[in-house]
């Protein structure tokens, strides 16, 4: 078999041609595939969207799909179904920059990695999760770490500091280093194929970036709103995804929570800077907001809560930004110096292979992952007042 991931655009049947946003997986079963991936492809076959699942604790195919934003599904008996279009945007030389840019990234990657290390950090970078082995993604969502898999505002706010550091080291002004930064977000959004929660995060960093440049303060409400505003205009459809909900109720929680909460915390008020309220009480402080915010809808579409993500995120997101701070360097040094991108590669191992060993031991745990009954709509309501009355 064949499977890749089409980019839905357009829809026709026969009676009408409609216009259409998505990501649907294509599965050939037999038949040599020659596709320009720079390309626009037709396919000609039935376009499903699976049930979900019908009897409590079933496998749910649609939720299996969503969580790797996939909306939808195609199968062909051969690859005749199937034929190569000439591209008539007028974007094409950036689609094709930006297909080089991720091959530049996978081959600076796969010089020296591979397996599960590879998988892991390609994702990272690319948000391409389809070389993370299965074993993996399941003790990542055992140990409530699931959104560690997905591109987010972590690696966005990750890159933007990478970013700003590195400009900083070249004593450049700031508002050329914040510039610089915004463009460097603007290319990261299109390398990982602007999924929602990129899209957010960036717009967001730039909105900030660009208020420090002419001298303004931002509001985070206001740029969030903003980001949904721009996400929802040029892909409607991203309202109903579960990668958009999770994204904004996870941010919108941290805004709103992150302050309240860590005002509860023991020796974290606002006049205190010690060791334990910035390297302990603030993650965990973040790490639970999230977590608040985004349990209602996992409950929802996969019945399952993970307590021990909440301790396991704050050994985790260290380890991750280290594999892509190191990962970035690796591109960057891939072209002008394969030693040092191969030296950056193999520190990188151990830190992926870190992460691996600590996520499988973390969802081993007893009562790591509990099976919770999903949740109606009044229950999602009730949930959502009082997080409001929280602040």
Known sequence: RTRFVLMLSEVETDRALYRAVGRVLVTVRSGW???D???????RGFLRRPTRARNP??????SYLAERDLDATISLRSSAALRSLPVRRPWRLGERAVLALRLHVRSAIEQNLQGAQA???LGLLLGDKTQIPTDIKEHFRAAGLSHALVVSGMHVGIVAAFVLHALHLLSLPISV????????????SLVTQLHPPVVRAAVIGCIALGGAVVE?????YNSLGWAALFILVLWPVSLLGL?????????????GLYQPLLQMVPGCRADQHGG???YMAMPLCVSLAAQLGTTPLLALHFQQWAPIGLLANLVVAPLLAAALGLGMLAVLSYGAWPLLCSVFNGANYWFLSGLVAFVERSAQWPGAALSVPRPDAVSLLVFAILLLLVP
């Open 33 to 35: 595939v020659d596709i």
């Open 119 to 121: 998988g892991l950090l």
């Open 243 to 255: 990668s958009f909900q999770l994204s904004f109720a996870a941010t919108m929680a941290i805004v």
């Open 37 to 43: 991936c720079a390309q626009g492809a037709e396919v």
């Open 276 to 278: 334990w309220r910035r």
């Open 216 to 220: 303004r303060d931002g509001d985070a």
């Open 57 to 62: 604790g079933a496998f749910d195919y649609r």
């Open 177 to 188: 280093r914040h510039l610089a930064t915004m463009a460097a977000l603007m290319i990261y």
